[in-house]
């Protein structure tokens, strides 16, 4: 009957949308925020290529994130841009 404590933590605005790095004209992106804020898919952090072993490599891109997507077939990770990048047939600048 009291509020609920949110413990989930708090996204910032700006990883609810792909970075500059990627064109994104077909990508909904009302539907993508949803998708991230109900934690469907991981935030668009921007991409780094860096040593540091906290961060997860995308196949894909061949970028660094604090955190992945798991493809359901067979868990390998991946970042939230690249699928569409793959699917849409974007090119980067």
């Known amino acids: 009957m009291g509020q609920r404590s949110s413990k989930a933590p708090q996204i910032e605005a700006r990883y609810f949308a ?18 991230i804020k109900d934690f469907k898919v991981a935030p668009c952090f921007p991409g780094v290529d860096s040593e540091s072993c906290e961060l997860e490599d995308c196949p894909i891109c061949f970028l660094k994130f604090p ?14 841009v690249s699928p569409g990048q793959v699917f849409t047939g974007c090119s980067l600048p």
Do not use: G, W
């Not at 955190?67 to 868990?75: D, G, M, P, Q, T």
């Open 18 to 35: 792909p970075q500059k790095l990627y064109c994104y004209d077909e990508v909904d992106l009302r539907k993508l925020r949803k998708l």
């Open 67 to 80: 955190s992945l997507n798991r493809a359901v077939c067979c868990h390998q990770p991946i970042c939230t």
